[in-house]
């Protein structure tokens, strides 16, 4: 497995497809994180921008490969294992990501609540900051995994249903992103810190199950 992870992962340095989604963080993070904002508002933007990319970034790695070479890949390795090794590396960069938003959130967030009274504790913003990053990006690898091949195949299916299932997984009541980000948000307004470990525990579950998915149709469709 240590291989096809070093594989999959030069697979994506070498494409240079990860420079659009790397962009979109960027760009969004020089939108919504500034100097002197509230460092918990910060903290769900930042989190909350990391869902559409880490699903960008799960298409990438697993579109990567044309087929006649994944079918060799997955013929000497294991088609599930291909996948798998291919979601996880998408995982990783996301992951990354979510470390150095959140360095970067801390680095210049005010430590108060957003009327300005209230001191926020930086360490405990920052844990809740990561923890909520690192929910969103499990979120987004259930996106793509679910969005795009082995389920959908076709690039007219696969986009536009990541796009919708992403708004969906960000804005739905019930979603644990929502539940992280809102929880920074009403954070900002109280002072009152809470590091979203349920949230992350559910996304993580749901990511299981639909990598697990795709994984299980890899298998069965190559």
């Not at 994506?12 to 960027?26: A, D, I, K, V």
């Not at 679910?146 to 536009?160: D, E, G, I």
């Not at 810190?193 to 996304?203: D, I, N, Q």
């Amino acid at each position: 497995m240590t291989a096809l992870l070093r594989y999959q992962a030069a697979l994506l340095l070498r494409s240079h497809r990860w420079l659009p989604p790397l962009l979109l963080y960027g760009g969004s993070m020089a939108v919504g994180v500034q100097s002197g904002q509230p460092v918990l508002d910060c903290a769900g933007w930042a989190a909350a921008t990391l869902l559409p990319v880490t699903a960008w970034l799960v298409r990438v790695c697993v579109t990567n490969e044309p087929s006649a070479a994944r079918d060799c890949t997955a013929a000497a390795a294991g088609p599930w294992r291909v996948h798998l090794a291919a979601v996880a590396v998408a995982l990783g960069a996301a992951l990354l990501l979510a470390a150095a938003g959140t360095g970067i959130v801390a680095a210049v967030g005010d430590p108060h609540t957003a009327d300005r009274r209230t001191v926020v504790p930086m360490g405990s913003a920052t844990a809740a900051g990561l923890v909520c990053a690192a929910a969103c990006a499990l979120l987004g690898t259930a996106v793509g995994a679910l969005c795009n091949r082995p389920l959908l195949r076709s690039t007219a299916w696969a986009v536009p249903a990541t796009l919708l299932a992403t708004v969906a997984v960000l804005f739905a009541g019930a979603s644990p992103a929502n539940a992280a980000v809102t929880g920074l948000v009403t954070g900002s307004r109280t002072g009152v810190v809470h590091v979203p470990l349920l949230p992350l525990a559910a996304a993580a579950a749901l990511a299981a199950g639909a990598v697990a998915v795709a994984c299980a149709l890899a298998a069965r469709r190559t």
